[in-house]
Structure formats: structure tokens, C-alpha cells
């Protein structure tokens, strides 16, 4: 059941480093934040690329929103900015209850196409949030399968219109 708890940014500090560390604990290991944490950690550093939701004191989903600049966009029509939505993760406990959802409608509010690799046997959980299997090309994906969200007025790339 969700309560009235929304998605903010996550500081950069010892306090949050710690938190992640739960989520390491459950053995996902490839989405654990703390290499990506200890890599940019200033005190309190408000240009955090994570966003998570609390349960009280506690950390229950995180996730990592990264903002990629337009001349690098090899996956919209027209090229622009767009987001990299990496390591969503949620609690096992609460699990089922929304959160996962609510982490990417928060995403999904920048109004930016949104491109993300999921993780194996999430595929189902993207489809119901509106994500699309990118058009693979070998060069631009080497062996990734990214799913695309296209906000209204944006299409995906493909080799015609590159």
C-alpha cells in the first residue's frame, strides 16, 4: 500500500552510502550504486543523479537518472537530450506495492525520451510502463537490449532518418 511518500534526490553522503548498502545485501550486485556513490561522493552534493523513496528513515527504491546531451542521442527523432534511467531497484518487502511505478512516472515528468537496459525477467514490468524494445543496431548497442519511452512529438531513430 502506498502512502504519501514521494520520489526525491538522493544526497551524496556517508548516510545514503549506507543505505545502499542494503540493497547490495539482496544480491544485486549488478545495480548496486555504490561504486557510482563513492565515485562522486562531495557532501551533500545536490547534482545527485539518484532518486529514491523513503519509508520513514528507511530506503525502500532507488534508482540513477542520468541527463545525456542531444549530440550524443543515437536513439530519437529529432536528436535530443534524454534520460538513462539505471538501477531501479526496490526493496524485496515492498515490492509489488507501486513504488517501481511511481519511480518512473517520476522519470517520465522530465517530458524527455527515456532509454534504460532492464534487467533480466523485467521485461513485463517496462511493457506495462509504456517502454519499447529499441530497434537493435550492433554497433550502438553491443550486445545491450535498451527499452525506449517516447514522450508525444518524438519518435525512435532508425537508420533511415539517422
Do not use: C
Not at 26 to 32: D, K, R, T
Not at 35 to 58: A, H, K
Not at 76 to 88: G, H, V
Request: hydrophobic share 30%; net charge negative.
Amino acid at each position: 500500500m502506498i502512502n504519501d511518500t514521494d520520489v526525491e534526490k538522493l544526497f551524496i553522503n556517508y548516510k545514503t552510502l549506507e543505505q545502499f548498502k542494503r540493497f547490495k545485501e539482496y544480491g544485486n550486485q549488478e545495480l548496486s550504486m555504490i561504486e557510482d556513490l563513492q565515485n562522486n561522493i562531495v557532501e551533500n552534493n545536490s547534482e545527485s543523479p539518484f532518486y529514491g523513496i523513503y519509508f520513514g528513515d528507511n530506503l525502500i527504491a532507488r534508482m540513477s537518472l542520468y541527463k545525456v546531451k542531444a549530440k550524443y542521442d543515437n536513439y530519437f527523432n529529432p536528436p535530443q537530450e534524454y534520460l538513462e534511467l539505471w538501477k531501479l531497484e526496490v526493496l524485496p518487502d515492498h515490492r509489488g506495492e507501486g513504488y517501481g511505478k511511481r519511480m518512473v512516472d517520476f522519470a517520465k515528468s522530465f517530458n524527455l525520451p527515456i532509454k534504460t537496459n532492464p534487467r533480466i525477467k523485467s521485461h513485463g514490468f517496462w511493457e506495462k510502463m509504456g517502454f519499447q524494445k529499441a530497434k537493435y543496431e550492433m554497433e550502438r548497442d553491443l550486445g545491450e537490449n535498451p527499452l525506449i519511452w517516447l514522450p508525444k512529438g518524438v519518435s525512435e531513430k532508425t537508420s533511415d532518418n539517422s
